[in-house]
């Protein structure tokens, strides 16, 4: 087929691969322009602009498409589908409606829960057990479109939002060759969303990562592992000076622990804290400017006596 590819991050990049293996002729990649990036500031290409450049692949970073110009040039594409994974802008009707089959995309939840920006953490947050991929017909609503296939995927007590976006982004990699292979030969069933159980994946906020020690364990465990590695649930610890804030990124549910929330009730080579009710072990921590450390590591730099409250 010919397609257009639109997504920009980490996620999006097996997708493209698997499409080019597949021997579908990509006549244009579209993902973010570059973005400043590091201490110096230089403008970075997104992954999957690196992908596409390696290939020798065309790639075009508009800022939205509500240029008449960028519209045109999308239509004179000539496209049989477009597909989008995490591309990162909204696209208007004129653009759902250019290509001859229409715009499909990889998304990270089983909708109709999680629509919207943020799926992947939203439900490690929530405590879902399980998620999954979809490809889906894209329309006019956010993440409203038919289903036309699906995979299911457990969540691990030990997932965090960075290992369950990697393995998604792997199984839905595989979905999209599949569902473009049965809708050229007229065999792809769509299946529209249920209108129960719609939930939406806000984008996350700073304020909405602070850690509140007064909530329970597992809400908490949920909130450090869904955020990790970005933005980072965070706690702000006592110092000499001002009160440091420091990242949690990995945890888990510590038993048997009775105390004042945001109490520190073991620290060696362990970090346990704890909460409204239970406790939490901090697995992976991070001081700004600092490398991700083990408790052991972060306590050798930064004390936390036994009793400290967080």
């Not at 496209?79 to 990270?108: K, M, S, T």
């Not at 549910?253 to 804290?273: F, H, S, T």
């Not at 939490?280 to 991700?292: F, I, N, T």
Request: glycine fraction near 10%.
């Amino acid at each position: 087929m010919r397609l257009a590819f639109l997504g920009t991050p980490d996620f999006a990049v097996p997708t493209l691969g698997e499409l080019i293996a597949a021997g579908h002729e990509i006549i244009a990649v579209y993902t973010r322009a570059p973005q400043p990036s590091g201490r110096g500031q230089k403008l970075r290409i997104s992954p999957v602009h690196a992908l596409a450049e390696s290939h020798g692949l065309e790639v075009r970073t508009p800022s939205n498409f509500k240029s008449d110009d960028d519209r045109a040039a999308f239509r004179a594409l000539d496209l049989d589908a477009a597909i989008v994974v995490a591309y990162g802008l909204i696209l208007p009707q004129a653009i759902l409606e250019a290509p001859r089959l229409g715009c499909f995309n990889l998304h990270a939840s089983l909708l109709p829960r999680w629509r919207g920006a943020a799926p992947v953490q939203r439900a490690i947050m929530a405590g879902d057990k399980r998620t999954g991929v979809q490809v889906m017909r894209m329309e006019k609503g956010l993440d409203t479109g038919p289903v036309l296939l699906s995979e299911t995927v457990d969540i691990r007590p030990d997932d965090t939002a960075a290992s369950l976006t990697e393995r998604l982004s792997v199984i839905g990699a595989g979905l999209l060759p599949r569902a473009l292979a049965a809708l050229d030969r007229g065999g792809l069933v769509e299946t529209a969303q249920s209108t129960d159980g719609v939930t939406y994946a806000h984008k996350i906020s700073s304020d909405e990562a602070r850690i509140d020690w007064s909530r329970p364990a597992a809400e908490i465990d949920c909130k450090i592992r869904g955020l990790s590695p970005f933005p980072g649930a965070w706690f702000e610890a006592p110092s000499a000076k001002d009160p440091q804030r420091v990242k949690a990124l990995l945890s888990r549910l510590a038993p048997n622990v009775k105390g004042a929330p945001g109490e520190v009730m073991q620290a060696d080579d362990r970090l346990v804290i704890a909460t409204g009710d239970g406790g939490v072990e901090l697995l992976r921590l991070q001081r700004a400017g600092k490398s991700a450390q083990s408790p052991a590591e972060f306590l050798r730099g930064f004390p936390l006596p036994v009793g400290t409250r967080l």
